[in-house]
T-cell receptor, first 112, second 114 residues
Framework: QKEVEQNSGPLSVPEGAIASLNCTYS??????FFWYRQYSGKSPELIMS????GDKEDGRFTAQLNKASQYVSLLIRDSQPSDSATYLC????????????FGSGTKLNVKP | DADVTQTPRNRITKTGKRIMLECSQT?????MYWYRQDPGLGLRLIYY???????NKGEISDGYSVSRQAQAKFSLSLESAIPNQTALYFC?????????????FGSGTQLSVL
């Protein structure tokens, strides 16, 4: 079983819509969770981190964490064509602090 | 100038050749990582180092070795390259702060083994 699972997509949404990206993880003891954005041919860049159950908002991005159900989600409001990228979910298991596990990524297409 | 620099950016080599990928950073971070990225498989950890004297295997270390020459330098070697090591390789750093676990990635090295 993979540590971190994501739907590979592609997820297509119209411009201005809400894009919802989901991620599940296997290690129940995991404590920190991240969303990275990766444009084609580029390196990943961190857009959100979340450590506690609930929602965390940063501009158009909201990360949601539910430790009981072992899932993390990322909502992108007012999606723009420039949001078209692959979104990688990453988890840092408590037992091996600072060793990150990545999902395979979800490709998002925002259509003008 | 990039904070995490990888060289070369692209490399084509033949099966059986030894190859080294280099990574240097100016961020002053102790922690450095090597990942490879394959389509559909995401980023997988090859090796990581939490300081100059600390080297640890990741998920997929077979066929690879690393050297941490200094705090700022972490190189990845393929002793005898094989075609299934064709991938995009990323070096990354972090400062290890519990509340700031951000990974900073280099621009990547696209390696092709023929």
């Amino acid at each position: 079983q993979k540590e971190v699972e994501q739907n590979s997509g592609p997820l297509s949404v119209p411009e201005g819509a809400i894009a919802s990206l989901n991620c599940t993880y296997s290690d129940r003891g995991s404590q920190s969770f991240f969303w990275y954005r990766q444009y084609s041919g580029k390196s990943p860049e961190l857009i959100m981190s979340i450590y506690s159950n609930g929602d965390k908002e940063d501009g158009r991005f909201t990360a949601q964490l539910n430790k009981a159900s072992q899932y993390v989600s990322l909502l992108i409001r007012d999606s723009q064509p420039s949001d078209s990228a692959t979104y990688l979910c990453a988890v840092n298991p408590l037992y091996n602090f600072n060793k990150f596990y990545f999902g395979s990524g979800t490709k998002l297409n925002v259509k003008p | 100038d990039a904070d995490v620099t990888q060289t070369p950016r692209n490399r084509i080599t033949k099966t059986g050749k030894r190859i080294m990928l280099e990574c240097s950073q100016t961020k002053g971070h102790d922690r450095m990582y090597w990942y490879r990225q394959d389509p559909g498989l995401g980023l997988r950890l090859i090796y990581y180092s939490f300081d100059v004297k600390d080297i640890n295997k990741g998920e997929i270390s077979d066929g690879y070795s690393v050297s941490r020459q200094a705090q700022a330098k972490f190189s990845l070697s393929l002793e005898s390259a094989i075609p299934n090591q064709t991938a995009l390789y990323f070096c990354a750093t972090s400062d290890g702060t519990p509340t700031n676990e951000k990974l900073f990635f280099g621009s990547g090295t696209q390696l092709s083994v023929l």
